[in-house]
DNA sequence: CCTAACGTTCAGAATGTTCTGAACGTTAGA
DNA sequence: TCTAACGTTCAGAACATTCTGAACGTTAGG
């Protein structure tokens, strides 16, 4: 891979840590050990992104918290080396699995709690919150569904992304509890 | 709906703001005029919620642009009051849209490249990369196929989280071309 | 014991995002 | 025409996030 295009992918990938609620420094790191056979140590990655020690530091700590990178010993050398882990859904699983309880769940819990304690006499607020609460309800499924396995969900994805068969036109189905 | 209940709801809703990427004022209005009968003018909501004029006037104009809340003009009053629309859908939906065409796409695009411009020789990367370009891809048709129309998406999304037969252990299938 | 290479931490700097409020334009009514 | 009520805008303030780099701890080798 030559430089410019490696150059471009870290920076792509960076772009894109916020889509996934990751920093941009770290999403590059990821991306340069991804795209990487060698192991690399935090000096090269620092200089290569141009960025400092102590924010490379502290993003490869966290990238292996998540479990995304992985640190190595190359015999006879003293310092730190780092591998990308192969795993990539990892990461993005849990990260998914992260802000659903945080952002997603409180939400949803003060939705049902507003839904309570609207009077009846308000009909026109029950129906627009009562929308809403089946919106997130139906989205809370589906990630409960797809949350409950790190393997699973993965073949979930690609079965979905293949040969599901959305109701066309047709009406809905109901086997679930 | 009580003046706490309601505000936690409000609150609530702000925070969930940051996963569809909105502003926690711009969010927080949308759930007051979600929680209210009554059309609110300017002023009101600014008071309510304790942010400027200013800003309130720049959410409410974006929330209009999203088309999920709605100018209203009550005879005899000078103001211009606002009301939520009923379809709360419609503005998930247009942020998917947007996101995936301004933070996903470009980083799959780089990703295809990176991939491309890898030698044979580079087996690792070249795996490691191509596992990444395979979920993406999938997460890429799910997206496509989910965005594809406002009406249909809502109707797809309370179908999978109802009934759809994900591959317990069984094998895939493909259908796809 | 001393030194140099290295990893880590964290206070404060830099940067990015959101909000405020004063200035301005518009309109209805006097 | 003038005034007051209103909506809008945007420069800069306030705030939040991310990054830097100096200080420090640890260890290997001398």
């Known amino acids: 891979m030559d430089a410019a295009t490696r150059s471009a992918f870290v ?3 960076g772009s894109m840590g916020a889509l996934w609620g990751i920093s941009r420094s770290m999403a590059r ?3 340069l050990l991804l795209a990487t056979r060698e192991p690399l140590g935090l000096e090269e990655i620092s200089d290569e992104l141009g960025i400092s020690r102590g924010n490379g530091s502290m993003c490869l700590k966290e990238l292996r918290h998540w479990g995304v990178i992985r640190r190595v010993h190359l015999t006879g050398e003293r310092r730190d080396y780092y591998i990308a882990e192969d795993d ?4 993005l699983f849990r990260i998914a699995s992260e802000r659903k309880k945080r952002e997603f769940d409180p939400a949803l819990a003060a939705l049902r709690k507003a839904l309570d304690s609207t009077p009846k006499e308000e009909d026109l607020v029950r129906e627009r919150l009562g929308e809403l609460e089946e919106i997130l309800r139906a989205v809370e499924r589906v990630l409960q569904r797809f949350l409950k396995s790190e393997e699973a969900s993965l073949g979930m994805l690609k079965f979905l992304s293949a040969s599901v ?5 047709g009406k809905e189905k109901k086997e679930q509890g």
């Open 11 to 13: 920076e792509s990938w």
């Open 29 to 31: 790191i990821h991306a």
């Open 88 to 91: 990539i859904w990892s990461m």
């Open 165 to 169: 068969p959305y109701p066309g036109s």
